[in-house]
């Protein structure tokens, strides 16, 4: 009888070796980016992922690998979430968060600048850390809402600046690069960023198909608009982008315990008693449904918590497909700061994707009336 166990177990176990099978990924496209950095302790990835997705089209516009400043971009944005908090009299969310195209808005309004002239450090510090900064203007901001002599005082604005300059430097209005000046606006047209390029999709059953609408999040402080369309042109335009040589901003949710930026994984288990297995083995997943979708939008379960940049497809041993984001958290995690996302997880967990519009298919942009 023991012999006969033993034969049982022998078999159970050369069965499950064989059934586990550790990811091995294989590369399907590649687009060029630059260097993965780090927000440090600041709530601005959208700043970064934004930016970075930025560089990548310069380099496929241009051919030129430039590191552009992303606390340039953030120090305008706080001017414009400081101005939107006290014109709606602290009804509005003050926060570092923000999205996609509140880079694009700011690129059109103020510019942009290289890494090299705007830092956003002070000398001698090495990385960013908003939060007694955006302590100390939400209180400011406060204060001036409820002023008790019941007038707004002309200053505020001077005010907000005057702690901007202090936390992360004067705002740039001309500079040198490489032997010639520019402007802030200037240097976006010397790249080719023309903001009216990038739109914004995403993939919700409570808008209108096909129109543009606002999605109500926390973080769309600047009433954005997004086009709505289905769940599997989200995904085929996402993909189809990246096979044509252009990368995408991802809008999208990393609370779940499957997604692992240590591992460089983030998949969706069909069964949750296999969400520790999935970090480091294929495993069956679930099947994403408009509806499932919907509902996790709609309990809070999904919610625009990070953004991050599509640089690339890649596949496992088993043929299943993931998108290669590029995070902004440092090179010391995952596969050197890049996550393979499965498409199960893109489809229940995005937000958005902003891109060129030039990489939405002709079709879908007849759909959408995009010119």
Wanted: aromatic share 10%; glycine share 6%; hydrophobic share 35%.
């Amino acid at each position: 009888m023991k012999k006969i166990l033993l034969g049982v177990t022998l078999s159970v176990i050369s069965l499950t070796s064989v059934s586990a099978q550790k990811y091995e990924f294989t590369t399907v496209k590649d687009i060029e980016d630059t260097e993965v950095k780090s927000q440090g302790r600041t709530g601005t990835c959208w700043s970064f992922s934004t930016t970075s997705f930025l560089e990548s089209e310069i380099i496929r516009l241009t051919g030129r690998n430039i590191d552009l400043s992303e606390m340039f971009t953030v120090r305008n944005t706080y001017s414009e979430k400081a101005n939107n908090y006290l014109y709606r009299q602290g009804k509005a969310q003050f926060s570092e968060g923000g999205l996609a195209h509140d880079v694009i808005n700011s690129v059109a309004k103020y510019g942009l600048v290289p890494e090299q002239v705007f830092t956003g450090l002070d000398v001698g510090q090495d990385r960013h850390n908003h939060a007694e900064m955006i302590a100390v203007l939400k209180a400011m901001l406060d204060a001036y809402i409820k002023n008790p002599a019941g007038e707004l005082s002309p200053k505020w604005k001077q005010s907000v600046e005057s702690v901007l300059n202090v936390y992360l430097g004067e705002n740039i209005q001309e500079f040198t690069f490489e032997g010639k000046k520019y402007t802030p606006k200037t240097f976006a047209e010397y790249v080719k960023i023309t903001p009216s390029n990038y739109i914004t999709i995403s993939s919700f059953e409570h808008a209108k198909k096909y129109d543009k609408f606002i999605l109500n999040i926390p973080d769309n402080f600047s009433n954005g608009m997004f086009y709505n369309v289905s769940l599997d042109e989200l995904v085929s335009v996402t993909e189809e982008a990246i096979k044509n040589g252009y990368t995408v901003e991802l809008d999208c949710d990393v609370s779940e315990k499957t997604f692992s930026s240590k591992n460089g994984v983030a998949v969706i288990p069909a069964s949750s008693t296999e969400n520790d297995k999935s970090l480091t083995e294929i495993v069956k997943e679930k099947n994403i449904t408009p509806s499932l979708r919907q509902a996790e939008f709609e309990n809070f379960n999904t919610t625009d918590d990070h953004l991050m940049h599509i640089v690339g497809l890649v596949k496992d041993q088993k043929g299943n497909t993931y998108f290669k984001v590029k995070n902004s958290w440092g090179t010391n995690q995952g596969n050197d700061g890049y996550v393979y996302m499965s498409v199960p997880y893109f489809r229940l967990k995005t937000i958005s994707v902003l891109l060129h519009k030039d990489a939405v298919s002709s079709s879908l942009k007849e759909k959408l009336t995009v010119k």
